[in-house]
């Protein structure tokens, strides 16, 4: 079964090609800007060079956020084509949150693991769970001393991961902390490996864009 993942509300363009959970390809590219145009062409490219037709893939897997407005909108607009394109196509939208959390080992999970997400702004996208991967509390948007409040409340010690820690964790928190995981981006493969995972369980979402604020709108310039 052919399995294809992608990503693009994050700091790159990033793809991957399955058989099952084999990897067949994968491109991954830093960029700030212009990843819906890059996305198609190397969806293309990839499949191209491995000899295969839309209508090979079974199951495409996306990344709905948090992220950049732009960059959500044209994952999410890229899958449903898709899934227009191939009814029988199996499309599952994945959130950053819950595919970072599966960065963390078992042995690397705290009592209370938090992923810290950059928005770019004066805050953090966040999410809690506990050390069994149960959600806490909603996704949600937040500045940096009301998350170390929140923290610290529970009295424990604390694992982060995402690329927003390293920010986060730019002058002492006084948090407890147990594992530091500085990313600069979704990996991909954790990502479609999530997606996988969540298939089996049957728990997979049609994929709905997860905004956590408005856009960003400004007026145009007399």
Do not use: W
């Not at 090979?56 to 394109?85: K, M, Q």
């Not at 730019?170 to 991909?188: N, Q």
């Not at 997606?195 to 979402?205: E, M, P, R, S, Y």
Request: one cysteine or more; charged letters at 25%; proline letters at 5%.
């Amino acid at each position: 079964m052919y399995n294809l993942t992608f990503d693009t509300t994050g700091s790159s363009c990033s793809i991957i090609l399955q058989n099952d959970s084999e990897e067949v390809a994968l491109y991954e590219k830093k960029m700030e800007f212009g990843q819906s145009e890059e996305l198609m062409v190397q969806i293309q490219t990839i499949l191209n060079q491995n000899h295969l037709k839309f209508s090979d893939i079974e199951t495409l897997f996306v990344c709905v956020g948090p992220g950049s407005f732009t960059g959500v909108r044209s994952s999410i607009s890229a899958a449903r084509v898709f899934n227009i394109a191939c009814p029988s196509l199996k499309v599952g939208g994945i959130s950053a949150f819950d595919a970072y959390i599966n960065v963390l080992s078992p042995e690397e999970r705290s009592d209370i693991n938090a992923v810290i997400i950059e928005t770019r702004r004066d805050d953090f996208y966040v999410q809690l769970y506990d050390k069994k991967l149960n959600k806490i509390n909603e996704p949600t948007a937040l500045g940096r001393e009301t998350i170390i409040s929140i923290l610290k409340e529970f009295g424990c010690t604390v694992s982060l991961v995402g690329d927003g820690v390293e920010r986060f964790l730019c002058t002492p928190s006084g948090i407890c902390l147990k594992t530091i995981k500085i990313m600069d981006s979704l990996p991909i493969k954790i990502l479609a490996q999530t997606g996988l995972k969540q298939l089996k369980d049957k728990k997979i979402n049609y994929p709905k864009p997860l905004y956590l604020r408005a856009p960003d709108v400004s007026q145009p310039k007399p």
